[in-house]
């Protein structure tokens, strides 16, 4: 199968965590959006959806699933969301689609966050995948210093030749060098460096499941 087509699968197979009646998360991206073509079927039996993104919010209205702002919801039994890797605990790094922050506010409302990916983003350690920050830009030079001190090279991520502004009207470094041994401790040192609006080691919302696309099905992992 394609890569395209595993996504497709792990989509629709993502369906079968959606609650009857519920408002489900809806994350952002290319796997993603296959998950919101398969939410279609059976958009009359949610009451809507909370997005991470103003591009999955277009997608979810224009098939006709009501879209709610997170302030006016509580909580959500499940948030739905792809990841640019996934080791073997769960711990993800997201950001790929620079929708990295609004994604980590959603996931926080959950009670379960279910990593909808293709067999290609699994991986032992974290760091191959270039590490998306979200910044200040005053303090994105500052923030490159410091994953210089670590070992990292950062480098502002560009769109048209311009920096890329995110939905919140920030900036992203990607970083690459890293080998992320410990999620946690490094996802909580990094959110409180001046000037990070979020880091895209996803380890305190870490994911509960994982449905994963192989050539032999969609596997199941659970953390």
């Given at each position: 199968m394609?890569?395209?087509e595993l996504?497709?699968e792990?989509g629709?197979?993502a369906l079968?965590y959606v609650q009857?009646g519920?408002v489900?998360?809806?994350g952002?991206?290319?796997?993603v959006n296959?998950f919101?073509?398969?939410l279609a ?8 959806a909370?997005s991470?993104?103003?591009a999955?919010t277009?997608?979810l ?26 080791d073997?605990q ?8 620079a ?5 980590k506010i959603?996931?926080a ?6 990593c909808?990916a ?5 991986v032992?350690t974290l ?5 998306p920050?979200?910044?200040?830009p005053m303090?994105a030079?500052q923030i490159?210093r ?8 950062a480098?502002?991520r560009?769109?048209?030749g311009a920096p890329l502004v995110?939905?919140?009207?920030q ?6 060098g890293?080998?992320i041994?410990?999620p946690l ?5 990094v959110?409180?460096?001046?000037g990070?609006v ?6 305190h919302q870490k994911?509960a499941?994982?449905l994963?696309g192989?050539?032999q099905?969609?596997q199941t992992?659970?953390f």
């Amino acid at each position: 199968m394609t890569q395209d087509e595993l996504k497709a699968e792990v989509g629709r197979a993502a369906l079968q965590y959606v609650q009857a009646g519920e408002v489900v998360g809806v994350g952002t991206g290319s796997t993603v959006n296959k998950f919101i073509d398969a939410l279609a079927s059976i958009k009359d039996q949610i009451a809507g959806a909370v997005s991470s993104s103003e591009a999955s919010t277009e997608r979810l209205r224009a098939i006709g699933v009501k879209v709610l702002d997170a302030n006016a919801v509580e909580r959500l039994s499940v948030y739905i969301d792809g990841a640019d890797e996934i080791d073997g605990q769960g711990h993800m790094v997201k950001g790929g689609g620079a929708a990295l922050t609004r994604e980590k506010i959603v996931a926080a409302l959950a009670d379960r966050f279910i990593c909808i990916a293709d067999a290609s983003k699994q991986v032992q350690t974290l760091g191959r995948f270039p590490l998306p920050v979200e910044v200040i830009p005053m303090a994105a030079t500052q923030i490159a210093r410091r994953f210089a001190a670590k070992g990292g090279q950062a480098v502002l991520r560009l769109k048209d030749g311009a920096p890329l502004v995110t939905d919140n009207g920030q900036h992203i470094l990607d970083v690459t060098g890293l080998a992320i041994a410990d999620p946690l401790a490094f996802e909580s040192e990094v959110n409180q460096w001046p000037g990070v609006v979020t880091v895209g080691v996803f380890a305190h919302q870490k994911a509960a499941v994982c449905l994963l696309g192989t050539e032999q099905g969609v596997q199941t992992l659970e953390f």
